[in-house]
Every structure is written in structure tokens, then in C-alpha cells.
């Protein structure tokens, strides 16, 4: 079983950036893909990127490609995801994942069988 917990979640103007992170414990983290989704709110909680159990293949929703970069360190039980130029839609409670082990990253949170507690961001304009 793996434990999830984020940080690095907070307020910042429009065109600002945060740098989220997720700590592992437990489990099999290091084979494991890693994904983050985002959640506002009224609305369904929807991918947001995701990376492979090696870190050697990334995927992102189109809202964030360009501007979001996601990453992992297997060693120290971490993964990451870098936001750049924030927008107000952007504002969301933001939960990482982790899926079962050696699988590909996935856009589908039914893929994901760990969760953190959330992080919320809040983008003003």
C-alpha cells in the first residue's frame, strides 16, 4: 500500500507559478506510475498529467501542455509537478495518484488505486 501527501499548494496571481509535490511512503513507489488530477469547484475531478513508473514517459491534458511539467524522484520517493504560468482556471483542489505497479501512466483516475488528500491552488486574476 502506498501513502500519498501533497504540499506546495497555495495563492498565487495569474502568470505565477507553484511547484507541487507529492511524498510516498510505503509500497512500491518506485514502480509505480504517478499521476495528478484537479478537482474545482462544481466540477468533475479531471486529469492532469501523469508519468510512467521510470519517469521516461509523461503525459498531459491539452489545458496544460507547455505550461506543466510533471517528474518524479525514485530514489527519495517523490514526484512533482511544476506549474508555469498560472491561470484563474487553474484554481482547484490538485490530488496525486498512484497506479498498480510497472502499468503506463493513465489519463483515467479508475486507473490510479492510491490518493493523497489534495492541495488546493488558487489562481486570481
Known amino acids: 500500500q502506498v501513502q500519498l501527501v501533497e504540499s506546495g499548494g497555495g495563492l498565487v496571481q495569474a502568470g505565477g507559478s507553484l511547484r507541487l509535490s507529492c511524498a510516498a511512503s510505503g509500497g512500491t513507489f518506485s514502480r509505480s506510475p504517478m499521476g495528478w488530477f484537479r478537482q474545482a469547484p462544481g466540477k468533475e475531478r479531471e486529469f492532469v498529467a501523469a508519468?510512467?513508473?521510470?519517469?521516461?514517459?509523461?503525459y498531459y491534458a491539452d489545458s496544460v501542455k507547455g505550461r506543466f511539467t510533471i517528474s518524479r524522484d525514485n530514489a527519495k520517493k517523490m514526484a512533482y509537478l511544476q506549474m508555469n504560468s498560472l491561470k484563474p482556471e487553474d484554481t482547484a483542489v490538485y490530488y496525486c495518484?498512484?497506479?498498480?505497479?510497472?502499468?503506463?501512466?493513465?489519463?483515467?483516475?479508475?486507473?490510479?488505486?492510491?490518493w493523497g488528500q489534495g492541495t488546493q491552488v488558487t489562481v486570481s486574476s
Open positions: 508519468i510512467s513508473w521510470s519517469g521516461g514517459t509523461t
Open positions: 495518484a498512484a497506479g498498480s505497479p510497472y502499468r503506463s501512466g493513465s489519463y483515467y483516475a479508475k486507473d490510479y488505486d492510491y
